[in-house]
């Protein structure tokens, strides 16, 4: 009886193989069948069967062997071929160990730099994601289509939600998020700094953050509520049950008490609502007061549209909504002769997706640019590319040494496709040391980068099914591209001018050429990018801000105590001390303090028809003088004046402008809608300074003290000669008047460095990213000079002998590198122009890109290139020319 493969595998031989040897080559598989069902069984056979027909399918073809073999010849992806590959792979790269460590390490190198950089995109682009009705839930904001500037506003009024659930009774859902500084909570005598985000009862069904204990719909239904994170009930409850739990929130003489009716899983860091515990915004200091104003702005509202309701419908539905409730800033923008812009709006209430607040800087002034991501991503891929350029260069160099290895494998019957599995086995095995290595270092220095660049990166993101796909992706691409090319190559090599020594690869050609193009191209890109980038931070750190910042420590109070109280017992403990020179207290820091927190408060009212707005800055007495800051015109603060700290202010000159009074010392303004009558007198002027960073634009601003405000800063300026000991000073008097209290003093100088710390951390990258990608394109441009002058070894033994000088060889050698390296620049230095001076535009004070940082760059590279060269250069220029011209 005759044995017959199996059914399914002939017919797939018969669709897939070409039909003009379909015959021919059924018959030889028919015949190894019945060899292998008589050796070892009809499992194995048909095994073996199943892996020749593979090996038979295009691109797979395999030369048949011949009628008259005796033994069948085994297919190139048999099970002892590939253990016999992998076997002769292990010892060809053990006897090249320097060629594999420069391979792995380059390779290693990029694959952790990607890694990090792949996770930071990867956080960003994945912040909000996790709600599951994401695609309805839409951030409010006030757009003014101002003539000075247009404008989007994200604060809004206490009374926009009720009035858009009275107007719109289809709206699913709306909350009110009110984020502010951090409160203390007390329970059971201890204390504890958590930020209590106040909000309604609809936050809970809106977003998806899981609920651990409690009901979503009942969860804040009453005003005495609270609902808290998992991470604070473990601070704070430790294995309790924290439900049904009495906390105290607030500072002593002003706490109020809630129940713990709920617990939340803590936010994520990807998540644009932050909170460690929640109540309801009816909490909100003066709630009754301010319920009803339009222009208290104060929160941002999400809104949850209906599933069939669209963005686009919505919004034109808010026009005239917004000219119902808001028809004073609507004829406040006519009277300055404001037009229309492209949608024939002055001023709407728009909608920005929830997706994409996050990444609107202008709408919240926070989070990162989206495009910003997209950089990171490019230059991710880039060293990704240069690597896999290295791999394909390094590979075709060491080709020629491997030349008549390859010759005596086809003499002997190798076949094409058996070398090229062979060979790309080898790319294969160094790819995935690469690659291991540099999840290995990414594991290892990931603290260090997490430190570096004020991120939370975590590796187990990378066992997301997406990351999963995405490294899977990335492996078998750089693997294909970077193993398959050179593998192919050298496969093609002919034996008899191999074994003759007349192998040589094409002269420069186009795929060469681009390579060393592309590499030097991405290197001179980043370098101007890390320069500009640089220069940049600079300027921001050397501008003028209006005060001066040296000599002041910048003391967050925090909320264990009274802000007040300390700063009249540190003013009394260093009054007799000559070494400090002024103290003083504010409601909000200059510049990042160790506390990191960042607040801004800001006063809207309506004066003689106009609409003025400004920063609202609260001050103790001598902050003047603290900041060394002098006043144009009026006076400052004095405690010898009791109604200085009710209704009288110091302005900075923007603002004295503003409200157009000519002499505006001791001059009055109110809210033209205010009807109580109450008005406010300026008693003094000061020069515009920057209390926020120079990235944004300066506003007016409004000084005040109030009695009945916490101080939350102090200010203390010391004399230069006790710079060195002032700090440890400031530590032991704080132990004595704040002993509940940690001490997190730092100068203010140091803060203001912090305004910038998004600009350092991107410019950092930069400089990260260029020093990687010059490294790797300088061992590219390495192995690309070997090929080079192998080529050219009797083209130097010749012009030696007609006597040439040995730097005229090198010239000859390097001119052509230079004249791609010059092209690469020709392609980088427009690039660079365009995409930073499209960054440095959304800064209000920018530098202008210098032409010498482009020529600075060229020269750089061009020198880089002519060093990386020259190894090879006056190593070929110093042979003998009689071992060149050689005939072996």
């Not at 090929?787 to 010239?811: C, D, F, L, Y």
Request: hydrophobic content about 45%.
């Amino acid at each position: 009886m005759r044995r017959s493969p199996p059914r399914w595998v002939e017919q797939l031989l018969i669709w897939l193989h070409p039909s003009e040897t379909l015959e021919e080559v059924q018959g030889d598989l028919d015949e190894l069948y019945t060899y292998w069902y008589q050796r070892a069984g009809e499992p194995q056979a048909s095994l073996r069967y199943v892996l020749n027909v593979i090996s038979a399918v295009p691109p797979f073809v395999r030369c048949r062997r011949s009628q008259s073999s005796e033994y069948p010849q085994p297919s190139s992806l048999h099970p002892s071929m590939v253990s016999n590959y992998l076997k002769i792979a292990l010892r060809t790269l053990w006897r090249s160990k320097g060629h594999v460590a420069i391979n792995v390490v380059g390779l290693a190198v990029a694959f952790c730099i990607c890694t990090f950089l792949f996770l930071t995109s990867y956080l960003q682009l994945t912040f909000d994601s996790f709600h599951e009705d994401g695609d309805q839930l839409f951030q409010t904001y006030f757009f003014s289509n101002d003539p000075e500037k247009p404008s989007k506003s994200g604060t809004m009024p206490l009374a926009l939600l009720p009035a858009l659930k009275a107007d719109f009774p289809e709206l699913e859902a709306g909350a009110q998020v009110v984020q502010g500084r951090k409160s203390l909570v007390e329970y059971k005598g201890n204390y504890y700094d958590k930020l209590i985000t106040l909000t309604d009862p609809d936050f809970l069904t809106m977003f998806s953050f899981p609920m651990i204990k409690g009901s979503r719909t009942s969860a804040l239904h009453d005003l005495s509520s609270i609902v808290i994170s998992e991470d604070m009930a473990k601070a704070v409850f430790g294995t309790d049950d924290p439900m049904g739990k009495t906390l105290l929130v607030g500072s002593n003489g002003d706490q109020k008490q809630y129940i713990v009716s709920g617990v939340l899983a803590t936010p994520p860091y990807n998540s644009s609502i932050q909170f460690d515990a929640l109540v309801r915004v009816e909490n909100m200091p003066n709630y009754q007061a301010r319920k009803q104003s339009w222009y208290d702005n104060s929160h941002r509202v999400f809104l949850k549209l209906p599933a069939q309701v669209s963005q686009a419908t919505f919004e034109a539905r808010l026009k005239p909504f917004a000219q119902k409730y808001m028809a004073q800033s609507l004829d406040n923008l006519k009277k300055k002769g404001a037009k229309p812009d492209n949608r024939g709006d002055l001023f709407a209430i728009r909608l920005q997706k929830l997706a994409n607040v996050h990444f609107d800087r202008e709408i919240d002034g926070r989070g990162a640019p989206v495009a910003m991501i997209y950089v990171l991503l490019g230059i991710a891929f880039f060293i990704l590319l240069i690597a896999c350029i290295n791999f394909i260069n390094l590979s075709i160099a060491r080709s020629f040494m491997r030349a008549r290895e390859v010759g005596v494998r086809k003499s002997l019957g190798a076949l094409k496709t058996q070398l090229f599995v062979q060979i790309w086995s080898e790319s294969t095995l160094i790819c995935l040391a690469g690659f291991s290595i540099g999840l290995l270092l990414a594991y290892l220095l990931l603290p260090v980068f997490n430190a570096s660049f004020q991120t939370r990166l975590a590796l187990h993101h990378l066992v997301q099914p997406g990351f999963i796909g995405l490294i899977v992706g990335i492996f078998a691409l750089v693997t294909l591209l970077a193993g398959g090319y050179p593998a192919w190559q050298m496969a093609a090599f002919k034996p008899v001018e191999v074994l003759k020594g007349k192998i040589s690869l094409k002269r420069p050609g186009f795929l060469r050429n681009s390579l060393i193009v592309t590499q030097f191209s991405l290197s001179s890109l980043l370098a101007c990018a890390t320069i500009i980038a640089l220069q940049q931070v600079d300027f921001l750190r050397e501008q003028p801000l209006g005060f001066q910042k040296e000599q002041v420590i910048s003391i967050p109070v925090g909320n264990q105590v009274n802000g007040r109280q300390v700063l009249q017992r540190m003013r009394n403990v260093l009054a007799s001390d000559p070494t400090v020179l002024a103290i003083t207290g504010t409601d909000i820091n200059l510049g990042r303090g160790k506390d990191r927190v960042s607040s801004r408060s800001s006063v809207g009212f309506t004066f003689k028809g106009r609409e003025i707005s400004s920063d609202l800055l609260l001050v103790d007495y001598d902050y003047f003088k603290t900041l060394n800051m002098k006043l144009l015109a009026g006076r400052d603060f004095n405690p010898a004046y009791a109604a200085d700290s009710v209704n009288r202010v110091v302005v900075t000159a923007s603002m004295a402008k503003l409200l157009g009074e000519k002499n505006p010392v001791g001059s009055f303004y109110h809210d033209d809608a205010d009807t109580s009558g109450a008005q406010t007198q300026i008693i003094g002027v000061v020069p515009d300074f920057h209390l926020y960073s120079l990235a944004d634009q300066n506003r007016p601003i409004t000084i005040h003290i109030a009695h009945a405000e916490p101080i939350r800063y102090i200010f203390v300026r010391v004399s230069p000669q006790s710079l060195a000991s002032s700090m440890d000073r400031m530590k032991q008097v704080w132990k004595e008047i704040a002993p509940q209290s940690e001490f997190m003093g730092s100068f203010l100088d140091e803060n203001v460095d912090a305004w910038y710390q998004s600009e350092e951390m991107l410019s950092r990258v930069f400089s990260l990213a260029s020093g990687v990608a010059i490294l790797l394109s300088c061992i590219g441009l390495f192995a690309i000079a070997l090929i080079v002058i192998e080529q050219r070894t009797k083209e130097i033994g010749i012009r030696k002998v007609m006597g040439a000088s040995i730097p005229g060889i090198i010239v000859v050698l390097s001119r052509d590198f230079v004249k791609l390296v010059l092209i690469a620049l020709a392609i980088a230095i427009p690039l660079a122009w365009f995409g930073m001076d499209k960054w440095l535009s959304s800064y209000a004070y920018r530098i202008n890109i210098s032409p010498w940082v482009f020529v600075l760059v060229g020269v750089s590279a061009v020198l880089i290139a002519i060093a990386t060269i020259s190894f090879h250069s006056i190593k070929a220029a110093l042979v003998n020319p009689v071992k060149s011209l050689r005939s072996e």
